[in-house]
């Protein structure tokens, strides 16, 4: 039988691919080991509206993406008790994306509805506008720290 399993020969840039994955790999490494993480779970309503909640206010003071020392965001999207999928942003680039939308909603919730939340919808969170968006503010965010 004929092995299959690519080599540096046989495929183009296998060795950029390679370096590539190698670093992302170390970036979920060092993501888990290393950082502060911040763990939220949507169960079920997410499922029905395409929207997931990102709090930002409770009882009158910053809470949730507001008030986070973490590095990153992990946002659970459950369906009854199982975890569909897990988004993971940088909190400072998800704070980025929130400021640059061009429509969030904020609506009250959590107990007694003493919390204050974006409902974000995630099809908006990917689609070509928010990425451009994000892109431009990730260069005006270099530009300011080089010229610091």
């Given at each position: 039988?004929?092995?299959?399993?690519?080599?540096?020969?046989?495929?183009?840039?296998?060795?950029?691919?390679?370096?590539?994955?190698?670093?992302?790999?170390?970036?979920?490494?060092?993501?888990?080991?290393?950082?502060?993480?911040?763990?939220?779970?949507?169960?079920?309503?997410?499922?029905?509206?395409?929207?997931?909640?990102?709090?930002?206010?409770?009882?009158?003071?910053?809470?949730?993406?507001?008030?986070?020392?973490?590095?990153?965001?992990?946002?659970?999207?459950?369906?009854?008790?199982?975890?569909?999928?897990?988004?993971?942003?940088?909190?400072?680039?998800?704070?980025?994306?929130?400021?640059?939308?061009?429509?969030?909603k904020s609506v009250k919730g959590g107990d007694?509805?003493?919390?204050?939340?974006?409902?974000?919808?995630?099809?908006?969170?990917?689609?070509?506008?928010?990425?451009?968006?994000?892109?431009?503010?990730?260069?005006?965010?270099?530009?300011?720290?080089?010229?610091?």
């Amino acid at each position: 039988m004929e092995n299959l399993e690519p080599t540096t020969k046989n495929r183009k840039k296998f060795d950029i691919d390679l370096a590539y994955g190698k670093v992302r790999e170390q970036l979920i490494a060092d993501m888990l080991q290393d950082k502060k993480i911040e763990v939220k779970s949507e169960r079920d309503m997410w499922s029905k509206t395409g929207n997931i909640a990102i709090e930002y206010e409770s009882y009158g003071k910053p809470s949730g993406i507001a008030a986070t020392e973490a590095d990153y965001w992990f946002h659970n999207l459950c369906i009854g008790d199982e975890v569909f999928a897990t988004l993971v942003f940088k909190v400072d680039a998800l704070k980025r994306i929130i400021e640059n939308l061009d429509y969030k909603k904020s609506v009250k919730g959590g107990d007694h509805f003493a919390s204050r939340m974006y409902l974000l919808n995630i099809q908006k969170l990917f689609s070509t506008d928010v990425i451009k968006a994000f892109k431009r503010s990730a260069d005006v965010c270099n530009k300011n720290s080089v010229s610091s």
